[in-house]
């Protein structure tokens, strides 16, 4: 039986199970009597392909998914296990590192250590990218060099700068609100502290270009703030809540601003295009309150954020404190999460939809692909029928990654990947996150994270 939805409340029978798959034809009998469909191919000749996207080269189509390792200082720079995570993504090959959720200003941070670029942490920042630049240089050779995007970042209802919760929030949710025990006296962050903010970001971006980065990426997934006010509906009297126009107001606008204020930079947004919370608390949702996708608004988002000058969108899906099996299909639970009601097939097939439908919708916004660590040693096999057919541009990895930062370089070498050095959504990253400690593969990466990850649970976070 499945752990009540945490949308619905309502408890039915789980068709969740463990990976057990020893072949693609498993997988297939799998799906088939699921109903579902992914697609499959032999050839990952389109994984390793060259492309050209905002006057940018990338060596192949594999990308490293932003991922916070919660380990900056305290004052933002990346500390030494940032420094290793992002040489060792570069050394692995991968030909786009999009790197994680950095903040904008202080109490935006979702933890004390994450990443926060500003005018004293800028020289670290640089001294990052030029680090793993070297890196996959000596890995690769000179002429494999990897595109750089820094996500630039508001927590919002999850800001957590000093360690315990302070939420910003740009409107009030049912669903969420109680989480954080939130009333509705709760005061909302203000239509001046957004314009305010605007200029945050911008400022951030120019920094950003500074440490030489090729671009940057507007979060606006995962319920973070800017994903938040996409979901404004119910946010009265303001120009950014309500109205379409109003509740992508602030993307917009941060977008035009950065096409025309910071030339040159590549400009990314990871964009929530399914909430996976019922209308009116989430952003490409139906409005008869079901979970069923509606991706009329998220269409029309990315075909107005494609005319202000956006070169690329790494999609993103529901919320990973809320509804973490939409996006990222596990075997195990973190402590205190849910049995979902679906099977992790189904999760991925979702996702494989929505970018399906709206590649075909928009087809001239390059599209990254995630939540397929789930699909261990078979990733690649729907990753590239996805790119063969043009769902998207770049397939992207997350948790895969954090356990085998090299999985391009077996691709390239290979052709394949080595099933003992991959992912086994068991979980523990988002784990040792959540207990407030440095996050990374606590299997595959076990001498450096298994210590941290017995420290978090005991406890006594570092
Ligand atoms: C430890 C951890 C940290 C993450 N941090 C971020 C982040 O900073 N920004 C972001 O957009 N997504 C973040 N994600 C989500 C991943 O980018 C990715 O979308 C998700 O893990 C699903 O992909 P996968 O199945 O390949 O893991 C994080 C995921 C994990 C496991």
């Known amino acids: 039986m499945a752990d009540p939805d945490p949308a619905t409340n309502v408890r039915i029978p789980s068709e969740h199970e463990a990976f057990h ?5 498993e997988v297939q009998a799998q799906l088939d009597k699921l109903a579902l469909s992914l697609p499959f191919t032999d050839d990952i000749s389109p994984l390793l392909a060259p492309a050209e996207i905002g006057g940018r080269h990338f060596p192949n189509r594999l990308c490293i998914q932003p991922m916070e390792g919660c380990d900056g200082t305290s004052n933002g720079a990346p500390a030494e296990l940032a420094m290793r995570r992002y040489q060792r993504f570069a050394a692995g090959g991968s030909g786009l590192l999009w790197m994680e959720a950095t ?27 030029e680090m793993l630049m070297a890196a996959a240089a000596e890995s690769l050779g000179e002429d494999h060099q990897p595109v750089t995007i820094l996500q630039l970042t508001h927590s919002g209802r999850y800001s957590k700068p000093r360690g315990i919760p302070e939420p910003i929030i740009a409107h009030h949710s049912a669903p969420l609100d109680p989480r954080h025990d939130l009333g509705s006296e709760y005061l909302l962050i203000s239509d001046e502290e957004l314009d305010r903010l605007q200029d945050r970001f911008v400022e951030t971006a120019h920094l950003a270009r500074r440490a030489g980065y090729d671009g940057i990426d507007i979060k606006a997934t995962h319920r973070y703030l800017i994903n938040e006010l996409l979901a404004s509906y119910t946010r009265e009297d303001s120009k950014y809540g309500g109205s379409f126009e109003n509740r992508i107001r602030f993307l917009l606008e941060v977008i035009g601003r950065i096409k025309t204020e910071v030339p040159g930079l590549l400009i990314g947004s990871r964009l929530n295009v399914y909430d996976a919370l019922p209308y009116p608390h989430g952003f490409g949702m139906a409005r008869d309150g079901s979970m069923e996708p509606d991706l009329g608004e998220p269409i029309e988002l990315i075909r107005r954020l494609h005319e202000a000058g956006l070169d690329i969108i790494n999609l993103g899906y529901g919320n990973p404190y809320y509804n973490p099996h939409v996006e990222r299909p596990f075997d195990t639970l973190a402590s ?5 009601h679906e099977h992790p097939l189904a999760s991925i097939a979702t996702m494989v939809e929505i970018a399906r439908e709206i590649h075909e919708a928009v087809p001239e916004m390059p599209l990254v692909a995630t939540g397929l660590s789930w699909l261990r040693q078979f990733f690649p ?15 992207g990895v997350g948790r895969l990654g954090l356990a085998c930062p090299d999985f391009a370089r077996d691709l390239i070498e290979c052709g394949k990947l080595v099933p003992t050095k991959l992912c086994i959504t068991c ?12 996050t990374g593969c606590v299997v595959r990466d076990r001498e450096i994270y298994a210590p941290i990850y017995q420290r978090c649970r005991f406890r006594d976070p570092d």
Do not use: K
């Open 21 to 25: 798959f020893r072949s693609l034809a």
């Open 103 to 129: 903040a904008v200003v202080p109490e935006a941070r979702a933890n004390p250590r994450q990443l926060w670029l500003h005018e004293e942490t800028v020289s670290e920042f640089a001294r990052m990218r």
């Open 336 to 340: 205190g999460g849910y049995i979902p």
């Open 381 to 395: 096999a729907v990753a590239a029928a996805m790119l063969e057919q043009g769902w998207c541009q770049f397939a």
């Open 427 to 438: 979980s523990s990253c988002t784990q040792i996150m959540r207990d407030g400690g440095r």
